[in-house]
T-cell receptor, first 112, second 117 residues
Framework: QKEVEQDPGPLSVPEGAIVSLNCTYS??????FMWYRQYSRKGPELLMY????GNKEDGRFTAQVDKSSKYISLFIRDSQPSDSATYLC????????????FGKGTTLSVSS | NAGVMQNPRHLVRRRGQEARLRCSPM?????VYWYRQLPEEGLKFMVY????????ESGMPKERFSAEFPKEGPSILRIQQVVRGDSAAYFC???????????????FGPGTRLTVT
């Protein structure tokens, strides 16, 4: 079993839709959970991170962590064509400043 | 306010040559991480460095790969005697150190795309 599993998609939605992106993981030691956005042939861009369980909101983006189920989600409200990208979840252990373990990414396409 | 800088952006090497990839962290960041992204694969951690120290190299291949982050200048990822399987995008990320703030947030550069012919 891989440490971090992420459905690669592709996921296609119309503009304005609510998008749900998810990852599951197996290592219960993970404490930091990140979401990155990567446009084609660019570097990953940090969207947000959460520590341990709970929710975090930033504009149209909401991140949720359920440690009991080892399941994390990113919701995008009012999706825009500019949200079309690959979304990567990443995690690290209890000590901040360590290696990130990434999912393979979900490719999202938002059509106008 | 410049972000993480990497050069070159594209690098072509013949089999057996050496590849040198450079990374300058964001201003105020003292930690550097190198990741590799193979086609159809996710980002894989390679090495984590602070100035003049390798903190974690658990993801580095045992042979041909080395990394440094000298007191002055950029971090360097060196690949000796490259093979076709080394063709990938290599990304550098940087973060603050614990004494400078939270080191959780890693910011990535644009990457170096290495092609081995």
């Amino acid at each position: 079993q891989k440490e971090v599993e992420q459905d690669p998609g592709p996921l296609s939605v119309p503009e304005g839709a609510i998008v749900s992106l998810n990852c599951t993981y197996s290592n219960s030691a993970f404490q930091y959970f990140m979401w990155y956005r990567q446009y084609s042939r660019k570097g990953p861009e940090l969207l947000m991170y959460t520590y341990s369980s709970g929710n975090k909101e930033d504009g149209r983006f909401t991140a949720q962590v359920d440690k009991s189920s080892k399941y994390i989600s990113l919701f995008i409200r009012d999706s825009q064509p500019s949200d079309s990208a690959t979304y990567l979840c990443a995690m690290s252990g209890p000590q901040a400043g360590t290696a990130l373990i990434f999912g393979k990414g979900t490719t999202l396409s938002v059509s106008s | 306010n410049a972000g993480v800088m990497q050069n070159p952006r594209h690098l072509v090497r013949r089999r057996g040559q050496e590849a040198r990839l450079r990374c300058s962290p964001m201003k105020g960041h003292s930690h550097v991480y190198w990741y590799r992204q193979l086609p159809e694969e996710g980002l894989k951690f390679m090495v984590y460095l602070q100035k003049e120290n390798i903190i974690d190299e658990s993801g580095m291949p045992k042979e041909r790969f080395s990394a440094e982050f000298p007191k002055e200048g950029p971090s360097i990822l060196r690949i000796q005697q490259v093979v076709r399987g080394d063709s990938a995008a290599y990304f550098c990320a940087s973060s603050k150190g614990i004494t400078e703030g939270t080191p959780v947030e890693q910011y990535f550069g644009p990457g170096t795309r290495l092609t081995v012919t």
